[in-house]
Structures are given as C-alpha cells and as structure tokens.
C-alpha cells in the first residue's frame, strides 16, 4: 500500500491572524479558506510544493475538539495526514496488528474524501489522519 503526506495539520487561534506568517511572512499561496461545520473549525489551505499542503485550523466554537485542544496545548502541529488508495483496507490492516484507532471506519467530508484518524498512544505520539480521495 503506497502512502503519500496529503496535509500537516497546525491549530491556531484565528486563521487570518495565523496567515500573517505562513501567507505574508513565509510566501506560501493561499489557495481557499474553508468553513467545515461538522468539524467546527474553519481551515485555510496553502499548497506547498508538487503534493501535499499546510492547513492551518481554526476552531468556531468553544467545545469543538479542535477548541479543547487548543485550550489545552495553546495551538501548533495537530495531526499528519497521509493520502491511501483503499482507506478500508488500510484502518482494517492496522486493526489487525492492534492499532488504536479513533475512527473504525472512515468519515466522508462533504466533497467525497473520505478520512479516519489513529490513535497517538499508537504512532509514538502523532495523530495521524488516513485519507481517501474520491475517485
């Protein structure tokens, strides 16, 4: 099974504010600004090189996961994630070699990737995010 980094997550208090740098400061191009209700949180997106990108994630309300984390760290690297081609195959193959995951089955997000987050206890301390793109 082949993997890929599709995006490395960074919490922040307020996403304009985070552009300052990673946009203004460092050069990287924003490509959208994204508000994911489900998730509470709204997520800019700034592509960095061929594959991959830096999301920089905001919570929009105060009992979000993505808010209680931030409560609690103050903000910085979340989660890895890395792109599969069979996302079902891949949570059922880490199951099987006692893998803690937090998803047992994939989500879908409203633009058909589907996505599952493992446990840190089983990563050496990284959340990582498995995603599957549609198609």
Not at 47 to 70: C, F, M, N, Q, R
């Amino acid at each position: 099974m082949g993997f890929k980094i599709n995006h490395i997550a960074v919490v922040v208090p307020d996403v304009q504010q985070a552009l300052g740098f990673w946009r203004d400061a460092l050069g990287l191009t924003l490509q959208r600004v994204e508000h994911n209700p489900a998730e509470q949180v709204d997520i800019a997106f700034l592509p960095v090189g061929s594959e991959g990108e830096i999301e920089l994630i905001a919570p929009t309300s105060d009992d979000s996961g993505v808010a209680k984390y931030l409560a609690k760290t103050g903000g910085g690297l979340h989660h890895l994630c890395l792109e599969v081609d069979d996302i079902a195959a891949a949570l059922d193959g880490l199951k099987a070699k006692g893998v803690q995951l937090i998803n047992e089955s994939p989500r879908t997000r409203d633009d058909g990737i589907l996505y599952a987050f493992i446990h840190p206890r089983s990563t050496g301390g990284v959340l990582l995010e498995l995603y599957q793109l549609p198609g």
